[in-house]
């Protein structure tokens, strides 16, 4: 399984960006697919995921109405839709993926890590 994240950028304030995270390798109807994000100096931490049979979807508080997670089958791959963005959005953002019908919210359930993509929102 290999995943490339890729859509971060300088916006500012109450704007929006779309991250997109494009899976390669195998078939995913079995796995559940998750960003993470790690502002400065700080841990990773759960922002959203999908799985990706049924579609379910799962947020973190902090980015619950501000951010969609959606996946495209036939392209394989997973968006993070980040509207109303704020200067405490900024942070690397990674996709994950684990082979399981579940949301985890720790790193530590997850076996596969694309690149992080740098999301820098300004005041």
């Known amino acids: 399984v290999q995943l490339q994240a890729s859509g971060g950028g300088l916006v500012q304030a109450r704007g929006s960006l779309r991250l997109s995270c494009a899976a390669s390798?195998?078939?995913?109807?079995?796995?559940?697919v998750a960003w993470f994000r790690q502002p400065p100096g700080k841990e990773r931490v759960f922002a959203a995921a999908?799985?990706?049979?049924?579609?379910?979807?799962s947020y973190a508080d902090s980015v619950q109405g501000r951010f969609t997670i959606s996946r495209d089958n036939a392209e394989k791959t997973v968006y993070l839709q980040m509207n109303s963005l704020k200067p405490e959005d900024t942070a690397v953002y990674y996709c994950?993926?684990?082979?399981?019908?579940?949301?985890?919210?720790?790193?530590?359930?997850?076996?596969?890590w694309g690149q992080g993509t740098q999301v820098t929102v300004s005041s």
């Open positions: 994950a993926a684990r082979n399981y019908a579940a949301a985890g919210r720790y790193p530590s359930q997850y076996n596969y």
């Open positions: 390798g195998r078939s995913f109807d079995t796995y559940t």
């Open positions: 999908i799985f990706w049979s049924g579609g379910s979807t």
